[in-house]
T-cell receptor, first 110, second 117 residues
Framework: GENVEQHPSTLSVQEGDSAVIKCTYS??????FPWYKQELGKGPQLIID?????GEKKDQRIAVTLNKTAKHFSLHITETQPEDSAVYFC?????????FGKGTMLLVSP | GAVVSQHPSWVICKSGTSVKIECRSL??????MFWYRQFPKQSLMLMAT?????????EQGVEKDKFLINHASLTLSTLTVTSAHPEDSSFYIC?????????????FGDGTRLSIL
């Protein structure tokens, strides 16, 4: 089955800095890669996703890049704000089932 | 939007009782719903996938007689934890997708924290 590795497990940045979270996947058949933000006590919230026919996607301060050859994808958050602090999960899918990474706790200090 | 509502958000009950959790898609018809379990500081673990009107597909290691799933309509799925014990205490989260094509975004509810005494 699919295996998704996510790094780092914890990331601390100063407000205004950029944050990058990286994921690798094992199954080359995977073709859909969403990113979720989970705040304490809440369910995951979809923040951006990318499909395998696209190399990069941007939505305001958030961007995702995909390298199909290397089987890795990354989340980039620019101009971080304290409210960006949360746990971020990457996931990979080739059908309806998502395989999640283990999560990255992002801490943005004012 | 794609809003998924989960109820209750928190439940405490005695060992041996059964607990039902509801998952509703409020503004779309959910062809597929998913149930996850999440332990503290860990990732989401898929328990089962359900399609409206058919039996749920359970992941390996998940007891189907323990975790009963019903997806009777396109907007409602329920998870019943039968004869719950302390080891069933966890954060249970549902998600839903719309449309029939694969790789549709999953929209999550806010979870149910289940504590069994």
């Amino acid at each position: 089955g699919e295996n998704v590795e996510q790094h780092p497990s914890t990331l601390s940045v100063q407000e205004g800095d950029s944050a990058v979270i990286k994921c690798t996947y094992s199954d080359s058949a995977s073709n859909y890669f969403p990113w979720y933000k989970q705040e304490l006590g809440k369910g995951p919230q979809l923040i951006i996703d990318i499909r395998s026919n696209v190399g990069e996607k941007k939505d305001q301060r958030i961007a995702v890049t995909l390298n199909k050859t290397a089987k890795h994808f990354s989340l980039h958050i620019t101009e971080t704000q304290p409210e960006d602090s949360a746990v971020y999960f990457c996931a990979a899918s080739m059908g309806s089932t998502l395989t999640f990474g283990k999560g990255t706790m992002l801490l943005v200090s004012p | 939007g794609a809003v998924v509502s989960q109820h209750p958000s928190w439940v405490i009950c005695k060992s041996g009782t059964s607990v039902k959790i509801e998952c509703r898609s409020l503004d779309f018809q959910a062809t597929t719903m998913f149930w996850y379990r999440q332990f503290p500081k860990q990732s989401l673990m898929l328990m089962a996938t359900s399609n409206e009107g058919s039996k749920a597909t359970y992941e390996q290691g998940v007891e189907k007689d323990k975790f009963l799933i019903n997806h009777a309509s396109l907007t409602l799925s329920t998870l019943t934890v039968t004869s719950a014990h302390p080891e069933d205490s966890s954060f249970y989260i549902c998600s839903a997708t719309k449309g029939v094509l694969g790789n549709q975004p999953q929209h999550f509810g806010d979870g149910t924290r289940l504590s069994i005494l």
